[in-house]
């Protein structure tokens, strides 16, 4: 059962352009949502998190935008450059961030 | 701080053969995870550790792998007997209990390829 669904699979998006991915997860008691970046031959690492007391959390050009009710979370990124071209992974955990269930990732690619 | 150090970097194999990857954690970490990624799966958690003690191995997918963290500077993944399906990249990740960055740290990986 995947309890984190993750759209789109994959995506180019002009330099200077809005890059947008969804995630919908499915238990509630989820109350921690971080979103990793991964470049190729690395590991994953944070980017932002959000917990559901707030809706939205603004870091640089990277914003998580939260539905509770909806039980959606997305992550916009302003003013993309090719350098933010990686895979994308969105996460929810419950308790904390000791375990978290990741989604399947998102590839971005910018383009000049 | 190294970060997360992971051994080897490449693995290629044959099937049936014995495998073990290795991790040494972020100095003074708490906790150490091992997940598995690949194409059709994505990242998914194996097992994870507190203190050097198994807490959750519910995502280890047969009794072909073990997991072990004899003291907390290092733990091991063993793959006996390897097959082809278990090629991936194996991360080791650690984080602390309650660190001002609420997050887990990813080492580099390692790729294993198992013909």
């Known amino acids: 059962q995947q309890q984190v669904k993750q759209s789109p699979q994959s995506l180019i998006v002009q330099k200077g352009g809005i890059s947008i991915i969804n995630c919908a997860y499915e238990n509630t008691a989820f109350d921690y949502f971080p979103w990793y970046q991964q470049f190729p031959g690395k590991g994953p690492a944070l980017l932002i998190a959000i917990r559901p007391d707030v809706s939205e959390k603004k870091e640089g050009r990277f914003t998580i935008s939260f539905n509770k009710s909806a039980k959606q979370f997305s992550l916009h990124i302003m003013d993309s450059q090719p350098g933010d071209s990686a895979t994308y992974f969105c996460a929810a955990g419950r308790g904390g961030y000791q375990k978290v269930t990741f989604g399947t990732g998102t590839k971005l690619q910018v383009i000049p | 701080d190294a970060g997360v150090i992971q051994s080897p970097r490449h693995e290629v194999t044959e099937m049936g053969q014995e495998v073990t990857l290795r991790c040494k954690p972020i100095?003074?970490?708490?906790?150490l995870f091992w997940y598995r990624q690949t194409m059709m799966r994505g990242l998914e958690l194996l097992i994870y550790f507190n203190n050097n003690v198994p807490i959750d191995d519910s995502g280890m997918p047969e009794d072909r792998f073990s997991a072990k963290m004899p003291n907390a500077s290092f733990s091991t993944l063993k793959i006996q007997p390897s097959e082809p399906r278990d090629s991936a990249v194996y991360f080791c990740?650690?984080?602390?209990?309650?660190?001002?960055?609420?997050?887990?740290?990813f080492g580099p990986g390692t790729r294993l390829l198992v013909l």
């Open positions: 990740a650690s984080s602390e209990k309650d660190g001002t960055q609420e997050t887990q740290y």
């Open positions: 100095s003074g970490h708490d906790y």
